[in-house]
């Protein structure tokens, strides 16, 4: 008896392993997330000492603002193909040195111009993140967790956002917009380090015809041989189905309703405002009386917190 409860324990202890060795695996790839609030956030507490270090209009303002989201529009288009031909674990990588890159190049921009680029390049970044971190944590998530995985990408989006508003106002007493721009290459670095470390998506091996490698990491993640055998073969058996791409669209109401609903989803929160909130509250407190760029801070950091 005293052997079998053993036996039942050590195999009970390597189920908890693994499990959070799923779960470590899945914050490492959200950590993606997390930059990607960041560098949301930052640009708001950096742009008044930004536009006075350059002496900038209004129009040069916008440009810096919005010259990332450009980046990121490029960055999601082309994370398709980049991730299915060199994998989702490469493509993070890729994603990874993109952040490190355009945070420093920012932190380091002597004219408007550098400083655009560089936005672009953070952009890029933020486009590879969002569009490959939540397919990397669909196809390694076990399928009781996924949903709850994913969600794990968007609430470090909202929880980058609030540390870069905290960083920008304890950086706004010195008037350092550098290292405000700058510190966003330390959990880059973190990010690049620990995508290292990650095993590759088993779907994708799958699809590139690496079912031995596949198994053993879906033996790795699930704990158990069997498991992965048979998630193994869900996977190959999904693959085998056609993709209908525009023909599905046209001919499935429910993928049509669906894309339709995701599409009101994201217009009706542009039409809220938010955005213009998130980027120029500095701004818009100075307008309400909020007379020193630190009072401006920190009244958007407690509107953002509460």
């Known amino acids: 008896m005293s052997i079998m409860v053993g036996a039942q324990s050590k195999r009970l202890k390597e189920n908890n392993d693994i499990n959070r060795y799923v779960f470590v695996a899945c914050i490492i790839a959200a950590l993606s997330g997390l930059l990607f609030g960041l560098d949301i956030g930052v640009i708001s507490g950096a742009l008044p000492f930004i536009s006075k ?3 900038l209009v209004t129009q040069s303002q916008e440009w810096v603002v919005s010259s990332m989201m450009f980046g990121a529009a490029i960055g999601a288009i082309g994370s398709g193909p980049v991730s299915l031909n060199i994998g989702r674990k490469y493509t993070l990588l890729i994603g990874s040195l993109l952040f490190i890159a355009g945070s420093l190049g920012c932190a380091m921009a002597y004219n408007i111009e550098m400083l655009i680029i560089f936005r672009v390049l953070l952009g890029l970044a933020v486009g590879v993140a969002s569009f490959t971190a939540p397919l990397y ?5 076990p399928q009781r967790l996924r949903g709850s995985l994913i969600s794990m990408y968007q609430l470090m989006i909202t929880i980058g956002i609030v540390i870069a508003f905290i960083s920008d106002t304890a950086f706004s007493f010195s008037g350092q917009w550098r290292w405000m721009l700058g510190v966003i290459t330390v959990p880059a670095f973190i990010l690049f380090l620990g995508v290292m470390m990650l095993p590759e998506s088993p ?17 790795l993640l699930r704990g158990s041989s069997e498991e992965a055998k048979q998630e193994l073969n869900a996977i190959r058996k999904s693959l085998k189905i056609k993709q209908g791409g525009w ?7 429910n993928c049509r309703r669906a894309v339709y609903l995701g599409i009101a989803l994201q217009v009706m929160q542009q039409f809220t405002g938010m955005n213009v909130v998130m980027y120029y509250a500095p701004k818009i407190f100075k307008i309400a009386g909020f007379a020193s760029t630190e009072q401006q801070m920190w009244g958007h950091c407690y509107c953002w917190t509460r």
Do not use: C
Request: proline share 3%.
């Open 247 to 253: 023909n599905l669209f046209k001919s499935n109401p």
């Open 53 to 55: 270090a350059f002496g």
């Open 137 to 141: 944590l669909s196809e390694i998530a």
């Open 203 to 219: 779907r994708w091996l799958a699809l590139k015809k690496k079912d031995v490698e596949a198994h053993r990491i879906l033996e």
